[in-house]
């Protein structure tokens, strides 16, 4: 009742509704959550634990250690030849999440629009709304491996639109895109003077070819906001920790909303972050060659027992069309729960363009993906028989 009209507004994120439903069952594999079975490598935790040691228990600065920015500036550049100024083209954030946040802040006004690749992953809409700004889905679909073109980017472009936002490798379709297709799209963004806001969180997992941050494509730099963390790639989801960079006034105005409310990450989680950046990179090798065994695997036996999925190119999800199954998205998620105890999430909690897809998470032991896959064929099976439903 005195709750603003702006928050009334916006769903509570399908992942966690569906979520509520997983709590209190017993002996269910968890095809759901987002986030690495790996701990945060050894290396990185003892870097945390002799930090506290040492009495680094204070506030930095409220861009981050300057030392972070500068190993985080190396990195890009040792990585992708991406150059960004650790003076003032950084910003250490509480996560992509409080990134993208802090970018949507920076950049809508009231009424502009944002255009949203869909499927797309649960904050973006909400977040842009939040700031008083119009999120427009561009829905994608299998045809043209879950991605957006510069054609249908102009269907749905209007003298309001103000930025776009990538992700990729996309969650929840693990999409991703070469550098000839992100040509394409930053010829587009260059003409229709649009802002990309660019989320790179799961750029070091792609499998097939190498991820181009769309920051190294010619002329723009000036009008990308580069977002990247470190969550999924070495596993450090509880740390809360990642990073913006991008033009220096949009990076001034993002560093001013975030003092005035995050102040700065826990200086811990700056510490492991910048060992993570110096002595992790074998880490991530390794987890990815762990990812990639086991995408091989749920591929394959997703398209043998009949639900059609596409290989992703990157991050640690499937997201199969369950259409033959004959339910709906919701209706797939919740009997395969109640009569297998296997959860997954149903790609409507991604947007609209979801319905008849799920998402499953490989981020996962072998040995538990196996099983569920086992209980996904049996469920099938069992509709097929008239038991289900
Ligand atoms: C595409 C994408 N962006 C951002 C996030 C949030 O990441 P962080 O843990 O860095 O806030 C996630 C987490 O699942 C994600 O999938």
Known sequence: ???????????????????????????????????????????????????????????????????????????????????YDPEDEILVTVGVSEAFDLAMRALVDRSDEVLIPEPSYVSYGPITTLCYGRP???????????????????????????????????????????KK?????????????????????????????????????????????????????????????????GPRDIIAAMTKVHQYTMMCVSITSQMAAQEALANGERSVREMKREYRRRREFVISRLNEMGLACHKPEGAFYAFPSIKTSGLSSMEFARELLKKEKVAVVPGTAFGESGEGYARISYATGFDKLKEALARIERFLQSLKGGAAC
């Open 136 to 178: 427009v889905f561009i829905k994608t679909s299998p045809e043209n491996g879950f991605k957006v073109t510069p054609k249908e980017i102009d269907k749905y472009c209007s003298r309001k639109t103000k930025a776009i936002v990538l992700n990729y490798p996309n969650n929840p379709t693990g999409a991703s895109y070469s």
């Open 1 to 83: 009742m005195k709750i603003s009209k702006v928050v009334e507004q916006i769903p509570p994120s399908g992942i966690r509704v569906f979520f509520d439903l997983v709590l209190g069952m017993k002996d269910v594999i968890s095809l759901g959550v987002g986030e690495p079975d790996f701990v945060t490598p050894w290396n990185i935790r003892e870097r945390a634990i002799y930090s506290l040691e040492e009495g680094y228990t204070s506030y930095t600065s409220n861009k981050g250690l300057f030392e972070l920015r500068q190993a985080i500036s190396k990195y890009l550049k040792r990585r992708y030849g991406l150059e």
């Open 181 to 245: 297709e992100l040509k394409a799209i930053a010829a587009k963004a260059a003409k229709d003077n649009i802002i990309v806001v660019s989320d790179e969180i799961y750029g070091d997992l792609t499998y097939d070819f190498g991820h181009t941050p769309f920051a190294t494509l010619p002329r723009m730099k000036e009008r990308t906001v580069y977002l990247n963390g470190f969550s999924k790639a070495f596993a450090m989801t509880g740390w809360r920790i990642g990073y913006a960079c």
